[in-house]
């Protein structure tokens, strides 16, 4: 049997390659190895440039200040759609901020998972059924998200946070809040943090979407229409902490 020395000593004499090992006459030496980037790549502000891809993709981005601003916006969107009926995931942001209230106030249908419809469900009825049936049912749905996704304008949204994901689906406009500290530059950092733990738990068998723009669809002479199958209208509002005071 050939040992590996031999046959390694065989394989350069065949090349024609020096027997010690050297490189041959002509030929470079191996690059050396790569070196990590840390410190070299530009470091991109992430909310203009998560701002600038979400318009590329018909986005629409808006930026709550205060209290008073995010009010004013959201009413300006439910206004200009025309809604009745809203529908909103049980992403405790919209929980603390009092979204639920806030909207009933102005008169329009909530519903909330898991309560599924306005006044709860009726006995004997499946809530996720229900709310399913008011998601497809309203004009607009507001969520909050996992991540903002600033390389492509995507929102991540996850089934542990928002419950059902329908909220972000099912309306022809979708409204989405989130904070500065779910900004992320690239879908690396999304994975690696998804594969953290959550609230210190591991985490359980979920669900996301990654949401990037409004639902569009294209036919075979590639005449682009939006709002066939999803959202045809989206709205992403950065959510201050002066909205919280």
Same mark, same amino acid.
């Given at each position: 049997?050939?040992?590996?020395?031999?046959?390694?000593?065989?394989?350069? =004499?065949?090349?024609?390659?020096?027997?010690?090992?050297?490189?041959?006459?002509? $030929?470079?030496?191996?690059?050396?190895?790569?070196?990590?980037?840390?410190?070299?790549?530009?470091?991109?502000?992430?909310?203009? =440039?998560?701002?600038?891809?979400?318009?590329?993709?018909?986005?629409?981005?808006?930026?709550?200040?205060?209290?008073?601003?995010?009010?004013?916006?959201?009413?300006?969107?439910?206004?200009?759609?025309?809604?009745?009926?809203?529908?909103?995931?049980?992403?405790?942001?919209?929980?603390?901020?009092?979204?639920?209230?806030?909207?009933?106030?102005?008169?329009?249908?909530?519903?909330?998972?898991?309560?599924?419809?306005?006044?709860?469900?009726?006995?004997?009825?499946?809530?996720?059924?229900?709310?399913?049936?008011?998601?497809?049912?309203?004009?607009?749905?507001?969520?909050?998200?996992?991540?903002?996704?600033?390389?492509?304008?995507?929102?991540?949204?996850?089934?542990?946070? &928002?419950?059902?994901?329908?909220?972000?689906?099912?309306?022809?406009?979708?409204?989405?809040?989130?904070?500065?500290?779910?900004?992320?530059?690239?879908?690396?950092?999304?994975?690696?943090?998804?594969?953290?733990?959550?609230?210190?738990?591991?985490?359980?068998?979920?669900?996301?979407?990654?949401?990037?723009?409004?639902?569009?669809?294209?036919?075979? $002479?590639?005449?682009?229409?939006?709002?066939?199958?999803?959202?045809?209208?989206?709205?992403?509002?950065?959510?201050? &902490?002066?909205?919280?005071?």
């Amino acid at each position: 049997m050939v040992g590996r020395q031999e046959m390694i000593l065989r394989i350069r =004499k065949a090349l024609a390659r020096p027997l010690d090992g050297s490189p041959a006459m002509g $030929e470079s030496a191996p690059p050396p190895p790569a070196q990590p980037m840390t410190g070299v790549m530009p470091t991109i502000p992430l909310l203009p =440039k998560f701002e600038e891809e979400l318009a590329k993709v018909a986005g629409v981005s808006h930026c709550a200040a205060n209290r008073q601003a995010l009010e004013e916006i959201l009413q300006s969107i439910l206004s200009q759609a025309k809604a009745t009926n809203v529908v909103l995931s049980r992403n405790r942001l919209l929980e603390t901020l009092k979204i639920e209230s806030l909207v009933r106030g102005w008169g329009k249908s909530v519903s909330v998972w898991p309560a599924a419809v306005t006044g709860g469900s009726p006995v004997g009825e499946d809530p996720a059924r229900a709310f399913a049936q008011a998601a497809f049912a309203s004009t607009v749905g507001i969520t909050g998200v996992e991540f903002a996704l600033a390389e492509t304008g995507s929102l991540v949204v996850s089934s542990s946070t &928002e419950g059902s994901q329908l909220a972000s689906l099912a309306p022809p406009v979708y409204v989405a809040l989130y904070r500065r500290t779910q900004l992320v530059a690239s879908l690396d950092e999304v994975l690696q943090r998804l594969a953290m733990t959550y609230d210190g738990d591991p985490l359980p068998g979920r669900s996301f979407v990654f949401i990037t723009g409004t639902s569009r669809t294209a036919d075979i $002479e590639q005449i682009l229409i939006r709002g066939v199958h999803g959202p045809g209208e989206l709205h992403a509002i950065l959510v201050e &902490e002066a909205c919280f005071s």
